[in-house]
């Protein structure tokens, strides 16, 4: 018998063992998925999790800080800006021949502006920030728990080795982008989230979720599955129980998943680890995967995120009151 750590019920559900794949170590670790809430979960969580996280990790190697300079980058900050909403003829005539940025529709929320108080959580070494600041917003910080240090970069940035609750600054924005799923206790965190939010505060939730084709069709090999660091893969229900759970209401959401949950789940199918030399992220040229066989992908992608099938979801959750 487990107990479900999102709805707090007992279930019986059998078992499933997955192994770790990203660096093809090949420990298993048992899930769970809960029957009331769909929430897929670790049974036990490790004591030893840091050791999953090394310097080696994608999020938390060093970053190249040069900042974007010339002509096409002034431009694309025009166009971002217009696409968030700053009124400014440049951006307006870049959206019209190259459309909007896809990270823009994260900031399309009503409230969110270009001086946005901002808190990444899960940022790594503040890769996504750094993007964020040469568009031209200005009140960035990020935290997360793996780094080795903290970070102060030249244009103000500042990401910090620190947990949720040690935050004590008040945000008017939070993102978490694809890290809840890396939390030991949803429910505490997104409480804890809750209290750095100023009242009527938003955030932006990325994440993996399990009602989708992907985990139906490739089941332990499914990518996103991503054991042990991933000790809760929700459903889109589940984020919705969470939510009311912890003083949000569920505002809009979207789908974005992408051609890797086909081509990456593949490789784990024939036993082609991320990191392979083999690997379509590592070395494409050396990949099973035609170029035409990426666009069928990234076609069945587009298709599912259209019905609600795709692997992953943008949720905006708003802080009552």
């Given at each position: 018998?487990?107990?479900?750590?999102?709805?707090c019920k007992d279930t019986d559900s059998p078992t499933i063992s997955l192994r770790e794949m990203m660096f093809a170590t090949g420990e298993e670790f048992l899930y769970f998925q809960c029957p009331h809430c769909e929430c897929l979960q670790i049974?036990?969580?490790?004591n030893d999790l840091d050791r999953h996280y090394p310097s080696s990790y994608y999020s938390l190697a060093p970053l190249e800080t040069s900042k974007p300079e010339g002509v096409g980058a002034w431009v694309k900050k025009q166009r971002m800006q217009f696409c968030v909403g700053e009124q400014n003829p440049v951006g307006?005539?870049?959206?019209?021949?190259?459309?909007?940025p896809e990270m823009s529709v994260w900031f399309s929320i009503p409230g969110v502006r270009l001086g946005t108080k901002i808190l990444d959580v899960g940022c790594g070494n503040g890769r996504l920030l750094l993007q964020l600041s040469s568009y031209g917003f200005r009140c960035l910080n990020g935290i997360d728990p793996y780094l080795r240090q903290d970070i102060a970069y030249p244009n103000g940035v500042t990401v910090r080795r620190q947990e949720l609750n040690q935050v004590v600054e008040q945000y008017d924005m939070?993102?978490?982008?694809h890290s809840f799923e890396h939390f030991a206790d949803p429910?505490?965190?997104?409480?804890?989230?809750?209290?750095i939010l100023f009242p009527g505060g938003i955030v932006l939730l990325r994440i993996p979720v399990v009602d989708s084709e992907a985990w139906v069709s490739y089941r332990e090999y499914w990518v996103q599955l991503d054991a042990p660091r991933h000790l809760h893969i929700p459903a889109r229900k589940t984020i919705g129980i969470l939510a009311e759970k912890c003083g949000f209401v569920l505002e809009s959401l979207f789908e974005d998943s992408h051609a890797m949950q086909f081509w990456a789940s593949e490789q784990y199918?024939?036993?082609t680890g991320l990191r392979d030399s083999r690997s379509y992220m590592t070395n494409p040229t050396a990949s099973i995967f035609s170029d035409r066989d990426i666009k069928q992908f990234q076609k069945k992608a587009k298709k599912l995120n259209q019905i609600h099938r795709g692997d992953q979801t943008c949720f905006f959750l708003r802080r009552k009151g």
């Amino acid at each position: 018998m487990n107990t479900c750590r999102i709805c707090c019920k007992d279930t019986d559900s059998p078992t499933i063992s997955l192994r770790e794949m990203m660096f093809a170590t090949g420990e298993e670790f048992l899930y769970f998925q809960c029957p009331h809430c769909e929430c897929l979960q670790i049974q036990n969580i490790p004591n030893d999790l840091d050791r999953h996280y090394p310097s080696s990790y994608y999020s938390l190697a060093p970053l190249e800080t040069s900042k974007p300079e010339g002509v096409g980058a002034w431009v694309k900050k025009q166009r971002m800006q217009f696409c968030v909403g700053e009124q400014n003829p440049v951006g307006a005539l870049a959206r019209l021949i190259w459309g909007c940025p896809e990270m823009s529709v994260w900031f399309s929320i009503p409230g969110v502006r270009l001086g946005t108080k901002i808190l990444d959580v899960g940022c790594g070494n503040g890769r996504l920030l750094l993007q964020l600041s040469s568009y031209g917003f200005r009140c960035l910080n990020g935290i997360d728990p793996y780094l080795r240090q903290d970070i102060a970069y030249p244009n103000g940035v500042t990401v910090r080795r620190q947990e949720l609750n040690q935050v004590v600054e008040q945000y008017d924005m939070v993102m978490l982008h694809h890290s809840f799923e890396h939390f030991a206790d949803p429910v505490a965190a997104l409480r804890e989230i809750h209290r750095i939010l100023f009242p009527g505060g938003i955030v932006l939730l990325r994440i993996p979720v399990v009602d989708s084709e992907a985990w139906v069709s490739y089941r332990e090999y499914w990518v996103q599955l991503d054991a042990p660091r991933h000790l809760h893969i929700p459903a889109r229900k589940t984020i919705g129980i969470l939510a009311e759970k912890c003083g949000f209401v569920l505002e809009s959401l979207f789908e974005d998943s992408h051609a890797m949950q086909f081509w990456a789940s593949e490789q784990y199918r024939r036993g082609t680890g991320l990191r392979d030399s083999r690997s379509y992220m590592t070395n494409p040229t050396a990949s099973i995967f035609s170029d035409r066989d990426i666009k069928q992908f990234q076609k069945k992608a587009k298709k599912l995120n259209q019905i609600h099938r795709g692997d992953q979801t943008c949720f905006f959750l708003r802080r009552k009151g």
